[in-house]
Antibody
Framework: EVQLVESGGGLVQPGGSLRLCCEA?????????MSWVRQAPGKGLEWVAN????????DYVHFVGGRFTVSRDNAKNSLFLQMSSLRVEDTAVYYC???????????WGQGTLVTVSS | DVVMTQSPLSLPVTLGQPASISCRSN???????????LNWFQQRPGQSPRRLIY???NRDSGVPDRFSGSGSGTDFTLKISRVETEDVGIYYC?????????FGQGTKVEIK
């Protein structure tokens, strides 16, 4: 069974940093692109970043603006999102998701809440 | 960025009746490889999103056949042939033809 479990969320002050982790199991992690998607409270879904199987190729949406870095450790079946210079508008549930060869995502984690507030 | 526009944003439906959600993009989602990367996701209250449909009309494993997707180019539709209680939630279309991948605003399906 495919499982994705996010952790690392919490309360952080504006300008602060946070590192999210997603632990994967139930599939060959190193063979898949992975994604981060976020959802602000009561709002819709918004893409954040993708990373290729080896971690050498990454794509970010424009609002990231160099503040976020996606990475992975295939030996530990783990995906990361390093977030810095956090803004109040970054407050959201952050989901990791498994990307497919058909340019989509098929499995999602339960999400981890990041709250940016003073 | 490709803008995805869903309608309606709220859809009250009687149990057992059909429902239809429209999704339009401001650019064609047909890619040069011949595929069209339009997906539909369901998000039940308090849950993570779940993919229902990929590449316009392919239903995911375990998705009831009352769900169907259709469309081409810039105009797409998700249909539920007979709405059941478990279908309550928010439905999002998502395009993954152009980067960044983008979602529609979501359509809230509720029972009348």
């Amino acid at each position: 069974e495919v499982q994705l479990v996010e952790s690392g969320g919490g309360l952080v002050q504006p300008g602060g940093s946070l590192r999210l982790c997603c632990e994967a199991s139930g599939f060959a992690f190193s063979r898949y692109w992975m994604s981060w998607v976020r959802q602000a409270p009561g709002k819709g879904l918004e893409w954040v970043a993708n990373i290729d199987q080896r971690g050498s190729g990454t794509d970010y949406v424009h609002f990231v603006g160099g503040r976020f870095t996606v990475s992975r450790d295939n030996a530990k079946n783990s995906l990361f999102l390093q977030m810095s210079s956090l803004r109040v508008e970054d407050t959201a549930v952050y989901y990791c998701a498994r990307a497919t060869s058909t340019a989509s995502v098929d499995y999602w984690g339960q999400g981890t809440l990041v709250t940016v507030s003073s | 960025d490709v803008v995805m526009t869903q309608s309606p944003l709220s859809l009250p439906v009687t149990l057992g009746q059909p429902a239809s959600i429209s999704c339009r993009s401001n650019q064609s989602l047909a890619r040069s490889d011949g595929n069209t990367y339009l997906n539909w996701f369901q998000q039940r209250p308090g849950q993570s999103p779940r993919r229902l449909i990929y590449e316009v009309s392919n239903r995911d494993s375990g998705v009831p056949d009352r769900f169907s997707g259709s469309g081409s180019g810039t105009d797409f539709t998700l249909k539920i042939s007979r709405v059941e209680t478990e279908d309550v939630g928010i439905y999002y279309c998502m395009q993954s033809t152009h980067w960044p991948w983008t979602f529609g605003q979501g359509t809230k399906v509720e029972i009348k």
